[in-house]
């Protein structure tokens, strides 16, 4: 089971980042051991011009499902209109979606739930998504009716926040074809002189060569805000691929007074589901709050980060992310120190950098991508994961990843009928080489199976 490194190594890893873990004391014993946020304060705010924006901001891209009559997966809009409601009159004002999220139903569930408030309580926002398709000469008609489609899907007559969606991905050619030369930034930066667009931006990932020239021609366009990922784990050690460090991201964003969006705070829930050493030494610092709060407080600190988005799928992580917002208690120095010691630790743990947006599905030949990734992750999270049939635990550890594997994904949606077509990668934000990875978790399934790994 190799990904850069062989069992063996990695089992070496596991102790040296154990080692290694043990020796953060400094650090944390300087961390801010401050008593946990009881969450009963107002919301935290940034403002942009006139708009003041809730600091906690919610990412429609994860809303739960349920079936039909049919047997059909759909949003469940009860409960959606429930999390809407609760968010609202807890603060929280800004609604981050997009004609992608949610296989195409995010839009439409969202505006139900949002037109039953009044239009001044809250700002929403949405993005022209078409950097995973190649339209041809229909590039800028399709793209009109994409962006029309918005407005009648939400059921609104302007959109507060709208996004050039995921540019960076195909460099600098893919950004021309799509968006410039066909004059579609010039027809938004017109949408925005007549009031329907309110505050025109970008979300990026890829490459630099894109969000630099973006930035090049910001005097012409005048950027509202822009959007990035930013966490701890990609502030200097974004994985190569479709990301750049969020350090670099954001201080030019800084340098030009642009506000920052971010996405992915929690990195796909990565960094609210820790292997078990870190946990324990981020519990130690601040025993009575969420390892997720250590993650946004960090992104929500620096002072040009406009807005954090969080898609909340359950009451749960709603209630517990407002502890962090109402009000923000921002890290101090010495806790970013050792949040970026944690950082350096976590990247030895050999997994998929997956953050279930969903963006690849659904797969023509039926793959529940995101769940197989998602079991072989918290697996190596929670350090369950059978490395080496000489190892102590081992006949335990395969039971437990096999059993599991059936129970996440079901077998007809498994990794073993990946055809490797590649439909899935234009798709996908963090550049994952994804059938690749689906046939490397297949090998390792067919040999603990086989009992010969």
């Known amino acids: 089971m190799e990904k850069n490194i062989t069992r063996r190594d990695f089992l070496k890893k596991s102790a040296v980042a154990g080692a290694a873990i043990s020796t953060i004391s400094a650090c944390n014993e300087a961390a801010t051991k401050a008593p946990a946020n009881p969450g009963t304060g107002e919301m935290t705010y940034r403002h942009l011009g006139k708009d003041k924006v809730s600091l906690l901001g919610y990412g429609c891209m994860r809303w739960p499902f349920t079936k039909n009559d049919k047997g059909e997966d759909v949003v469940d809009q009860e409960q959606v209109n429930a999390l809407v409601d609760y968010a609202i009159e807890h603060g929280v004002n800004y609604f981050d979606t997009a004609p992608v999220y949610c296989r195409g139903l995010s839009e439409e569930s969202t505006g139900i739930a949002l037109r039953r408030h009044p239009r001044d309580s809250y700002f929403i926002a949405t993005k022209m998504s078409t950097f995973g398709r190649e339209l041809g000469d229909k590039q800028y008609e399709k793209s009109l009716e994409m962006y029309e489609n918005s407005f009648k899907k939400l059921g609104v007559d302007t959109i507060d926040y709208y996004l050039i969606h995921a540019v960076g991905g195909g460099g600098l050619e893919k950004l021309h074809r799509n968006f410039l030369d066909i004059g579609l930034l010039d027809y938004f930066m017109g949408e925005r002189e007549k009031g329907r667009i309110r505050n025109l931006g970008f979300s990026f990932h890829g490459d630099q060569a894109v969000f630099d020239y973006l930035l090049s021609i910001h005097d012409k366009v005048h950027w509202d805000f822009v959007q990035i990922q930013m966490n701890y784990a ?92 109402c009000p923000l208690d921002p890290v101090t120095e010495k806790e970013k120190a050792m949040l970026e010691e944690v950082a350096d630790i976590l990247f030895d743990y050999p997994m998929v950098d997956c953050t279930a947006c969903q963006y690849c599905m659904p797969c023509p030949y039926g793959i529940d991508i995101p769940g197989i990734f998602s079991h072989y992750n918290k697996c190596i999270t929670e350090g369950t994961i059978a490395t080496d049939s000489q190892s102590e635990g081992y006949k335990k550890a395969r039971r437990a990843f096999l059993i599991g594997y059936d129970r996440s994904v079901p077998k007809l949606h498994q990794a073993a009928h990946c055809i490797n077509c590649g439909q899935c990668m234009p798709h996908c934000p963090q550049g994952i080489k994804i059938p690749g990875e689906l046939r490397r978790i297949d090998a390792y399934v067919e040999k603990l199976k086989q009992d010969k790994l």
């Open 234 to 325: 990609d502030w200097s050690h974004a994985k190569e691929g479709r990301n750049v460090n969020a350090k670099y991201l954001y201080e030019e964003l800084a340098k030009r007074d642009i506000p920052a969006v971010i996405m992915e705070p929690l990195l796909g829930g990565r960094l609210a589901n820790l292997p078990a050493p870190l946990t324990e030494r981020l519990k130690a610092a601040r025993p009575d709050e969420s390892i997720a709060s250590w993650a946004f407080r960090f992104t929500a600190t620096f002072p040009d980060v406009m807005c954090l988005l969080s898609g909340m799928t359950y009451q749960e992580h709603l209630e517990d992310n407002l502890k962090t917002f």
